[in-house]
């Protein structure tokens, strides 16, 4: 742990502390929610049967309002979205533009014979419509389920079997890196033979070519036709708003399902403590919004609050590495939220390109997505921030809706800790535990928990409550279990470690070994597979695989470039791994169990620890014998 510290204020906010949060956290979120339009008001503030939570049970709201009906009601003229593309195009739209949009494309979904519960896929690029998809939904009532434009068909496949989702929306493409991604492409691919998809709504982004089949509709004509009227549903606030796929450590993706009233008091009480959110603001950020980051912090709480934001598509280092210091100078940007995988890619370039740059609108710096090294923390602090703007290191994850553990500028003074999260922010309640449950005592490495419900957690996994339990409460009864390491220092401040399961955080992006694992495996050349991470500069973790092949397949360079191509194929481009080896053995339990935490120890130099139950031996020193080859690999070059 770092022992720098920089000590920050720029609030002054004492009704909302922890310390008052904490005597008792159900009124207090109670008092938060009214700042929220309701149509009809709770009858209880938190109905709590573990693990089910249900927050403000019998009030009724709906998201699409409170983004834009209440702000147009205050300054439908104010600019909501500055969208800027990969090839230089540009966009700007008010917030009464944005409520009349959503609108006929809400209408437009219902003309297709979507109601109330029914599932949408959206598989768009981050272009405005992205965000539009998503509120109209939010405003009739369907349940949305955005898949990240990065994913193969196979992926997709198995996101709308799951969802059962009567209705996709994708475009003709999308920009990156100078190329195009065939969105509509991919999408016949994955649900051509799925009879229970009734409607395609293809909306024409980069102008491609696209096969129209019989059940593909053009965005354009069926949403202008459409009335720019739509009385918002008046939802139950636990009436889902979304399903998100996040991957875990055994079998498919997990549906995590988000409701409505709790999830929106939570992220728009979160927002305005943490980025102490002025009406003057340019907020950035740089998630893309097929992950859970997109949905919370880029369409629903900058919109609750009126924020003017930056929506850029395509990658921000292209065509130079300066394109984000360009968007900040450009337009002024006040606020940027991003990764640090990102941030270690910018330090790559050196300083030279963002002090070039008129960074000078900057106020306020956050990052997001995994624990943040403190030499990188320092460098956005210094080169970035001019050593003027607060770092705002934020922890929380899918399931949790919205951040968990962060500083409020905008609410206390606070000193910061160079790769500390700082403290659980109002009416959270976080330890960490031993094995057993029981409190550890500060700078002692263990097991990160929540003692008590909070609005902006999941409602459960998509049609499965029992794995719901299974994954995140079997571990500690009474206790939510994030799967994550941490220390509390003697100061109360929380130190990320990292996941303790086997889920992989690639670029900012989040992978199940078991998917990367079902992939390899579905070639017709292997029999097993293990995948691990190890640490890298820039990306956070390298994806490592080792591959066992069937009986009587030789070994080649051409079968590994194929099985790469593979890979690439069936899950997508970010499951791409650095290095693949092929091994005669996996070490196992003597249940056939992969014993992954023996990859992991000897790819960190580790003591493997307890092997009683291993199956065979030899495997780890065929394991060794391949990390040996990838540590010479990596020395010569």
Not at 67 to 72: R, W
Not at 111 to 134: A, C, F, H, N, Q
Not at 349 to 378: A, C, F, H, M
Not at 405 to 414: A, F, L, R, W
């Amino acid at each position: 742990m770092d022992d720098t510290s920089y000590f920050i204020g720029l609030g002054n906010n004492d009704t909302v502390t922890r310390k008052k949060a904490g005597q008792d956290y159900v009124k207090f979120w109670e008092a938060e929610a009214r700042n929220l339009h309701w149509f009809e008001k709770w009858n209880d503030v938190l109905d709590w049967n573990p693990p089910f939570a249900r927050w403000f049970v019998n009030g009724k709201i709906n998201a699409s309002y409170n983004a834009l009906d209440v702000q147009c009601n205050k300054n439908g003229k104010k600019v909501a979205i500055l969208w800027e593309g990969e090839n230089g195009d540009r966009r700007s739209i008010t917030y009464q533009e944005l409520l009349n949009y959503v609108c006929k494309v809400a209408n437009t979904l219902k003309s297709l014979g979507v109601k109330k519960g029914d599932r949408v896929t959206v598989y768009l690029p981050m272009i405005p419509e992205l965000i539009v998809s998503m509120l109209a939904c939010a405003r009739i009532g369907a349940i949305h389920t955005v898949i990240f434009s990065g994913f193969s068909s196979q992926s997709i496949r198995d996101r709308v079997i799951d969802s059962k989702s009567k209705v996709i929306i994708t475009a003709d493409g999308g920009f990156r890196r100078g190329e195009i991604v065939k969105l509509k492409q991919v999408i016949d691919e994955a649900v051509s033979d799925l009879d229970f998809v009734e409607h395609i709504l293809v909306y024409e982004h980069t102008k491609t070519p696209v096969h129209m089949g019989k059940k593909d509709s053009p965005w354009n004509s069926l949403v202008n036709g459409a009335l720019e009227q739509c009385e918002p549903e008046k939802l139950d606030s636990t009436h889902p708003l979304y399903i998100l796929y996040t991957s875990g450590t055994t079998g498919k993706p997990k549906g995590v399902l988000h409701g409505t009233g709790g999830y929106l008091v939570h992220l728009y009480s979160t927002f305005k403590w943490i980025f102490d959110i002025r009406d003057t603001d340019i907020y950035f950020c740089t998630a893309d919004i097929g992950w859970v980051t997109g949905h919370s912090y880029v369409v629903y709480a900058p919109l609750m609050h009126g924020a003017t934001q930056v929506i850029f598509e395509g990658a921000l280092v292209f065509p130079t590495p300066a394109r984000i210091w360009d968007l900040v100078e450009r337009y002024k940007i006040t606020i940027l939220y991003t990764t640090p995988t990102a941030l270690r890619m910018f330090m790559k370039y050196g300083d030279s390109l963002p002090n070039s740059k008129d960074l000078s609108s900057l106020r306020l710096l956050g990052t997001v997505g995994e624990p943040i090294n403190p030499q990188v923390w320092k460098w956005y602090f210094k080169t970035i921030g001019k050593e003027k703007c607060p770092i705002i290191d934020t922890w929380w994850q899918t399931e949790t809706g919205g951040a968990l553990v962060s500083p409020m500028p905008g609410v206390e003074t606070i000193t910061l800790k160079p790769g500390s999260a700082t403290l659980p922010l109002p009416g959270i309640n976080v330890s960490v535990v031993d094995e057993h449950g029981n409190d550890l005592p500060p700078e002692t490495k263990g097991y990160l928990v929540v003692t008590k419900p909070w609005p902006g957690m999941l409602l459960s996994l998509w049609n499965d409550d029992e794995k719901y339990k299974t994954v995140y409460w079997s571990k500690y009864k009474s206790m939510y279990y994030p799967g994550d390491y941490a220390i509390m220092d003697k100061d109360g401040y929380l130190w990320m470690l990292g996941r303790a399961d086997d889920v992989l955080k690639v670029a900012g992006h989040r992978l199940g070994t078991a998917e990367i694992e079902s992939g390899f495996v579905s070639h017709k050349s292997v029999a097993e597979a293990a995948v691990c991470g190890i640490p890298h500069e820039v990306k956070g973790e390298s994806i490592i695989v080792f591959l066992v092949l069937k009986e009587g397949v030789v070994q080649s360079k051409q079968l590994e470039d194929e099985l790469i191509q593979h890979i690439r194929n069936v899950v997508g481009p970010i499951a791409t791994p650095d290095h693949l080896y092929i091994v005669s053995k996996l070490p196992k339990t003597r249940s056939g169990k992969i014993m992954r935490r023996l990859l992991k120890s000897v790819a960190s130099n580790e003591q493997i620890g307890d092997i009683s139950t291993l199956e065979d031996e030899a495997a780890i020193d065929d394991i060794r014998t391949a990390f040996a080859e990838l540590q010479n690999t990596i020395q010569k070059n």
